[in-house]
């Protein structure tokens, strides 16, 4: 099984790094300094799941074409290059790949699927701390990593128990669900709630909670999301309100999420996964006549 993984950044590169580890036919598509340090020394792994060790793709390069069609591809690109991403992976994708996005956001094949020619489309979701430390260094920090697949109109090809049983051997937890759409929404409650909040705020945990007002918000901002979930037939979990705000309660200090620190830290808008995140709350929002104006606040203030 010929399986690519697109985008080698600090997820990208902790799944594609264990699946080298243990699948001789793992190929990279990557970019810049990162590609350069792996076709020097392979891509050097820190994990405190899997531990340390360097693994060497059999092949990698910039250009899809280079690496031919894969039976699996796993996309771990960043949603503002999605697009531009889609077009760049087509030479890896044929009529049987089976492409499963490993990003932010919620049911992204719904977004790739203008963008890719025909093929076996899952969903994905990923809980894992990792980043690129340096290029050609991965490191995960802290607890354990596990993938959730499945495809929008719940079949179940073999193709995705066989990626799902691939990953497992390589040490990352994966399980298949019919119910792929209600995970991903799920996660992106979870993930986009923290988000908007500290984007709202502009601080991070700390500020937020110094506020007397701050369970009222976030209870808000979750509801926001799961009114336009219900409206899109996706019924979450009634504690998922008081599970998500017992968390944030929990948070240190000085958390924040990786979208808050992008923005913080003066990167572009545009370049930062603001429109991904924030504003497809808010575009879905609106297709489904539901008021999200804590998200639409926190849009208009960052995006400029």
């Not at 949603?79 to 492409?99: F, H, K, N, Q, W």
């Not at 990792?130 to 920090?141: F, N």
Request: aromatic share 6%.
């Amino acid at each position: 099984m010929k399986v690519g993984v697109f985008g080698i950044g600090g997820i990208g590169g902790f799944v594609g790094g264990a699946l080298a580890r243990v699948h001789g036919e793992t190929y990279f598509c990557a970019r810049g300094e990162n590609l350069k340090a792996i076709r020097r020394g392979g891509l050097r792994v820190e994990s405190v799941q899997l531990g340390n060790f360097t693994a060497v793709p059999a092949g990698i390069s910039e250009r899809a074409a280079d690496l031919g069609v894969m039976d699996v591809l796993i996309v771990a690109c960043k949603g503002y290059d999605l697009e531009a991403s889609c077009a760049a992976m087509r030479p890896m994708i044929g009529a049987r790949t089976l492409v499963i996005p490993l990003l932010n956001g919620v049911v992204v094949s719904e977004q790739m699927e203008p963008f890719l020619p025909p093929c076996l489309l899952a969903d994905g979701t990923i809980r894992v701390f990792s980043h690129l430390e340096a290029p050609g260094v991965v490191v995960q920090t802290a607890g354990q990593c596990s993938v959730v697949l499945g495809m929008k109109d719940g079949s179940r090809p073999a193709a995705l128990d066989a990626a799902a049983e691939l990953l497992n051997r390589s040490g990352i937890e994966t399980k298949v669900t019919d119910h792929i759409v209600r995970a991903s929404w799920n996660k992106y409650v979870t993930m986009g709630s923290n988000s908007c909040v500290f984007c709202w705020y502009d601080g991070p945990a700390g500020k937020v909670l110094a506020d007397p007002d701050h369970e009222k918000v976030i209870r808000a901002v979750i509801g926001e999301m799961t009114a336009v979930a219900a409206a899109n037939g996706v019924d979450l979990p009634a504690s998922l309100p008081d599970k998500l705000l017992d968390a944030f309660e929990r948070m240190p200090a000085d958390t924040v999420t990786s979208l808050y620190r992008d923005l913080s830290a003066g990167k572009y808008p545009a370049r930062t996964e603001l429109d991904h995140i924030i504003g497809r709350m808010v575009r879905l929002g609106r297709e489904t006549g539901v008021p999200v104006p804590y998200h639409e606040a926190a849009y208009e203030k960052w995006r400029k």
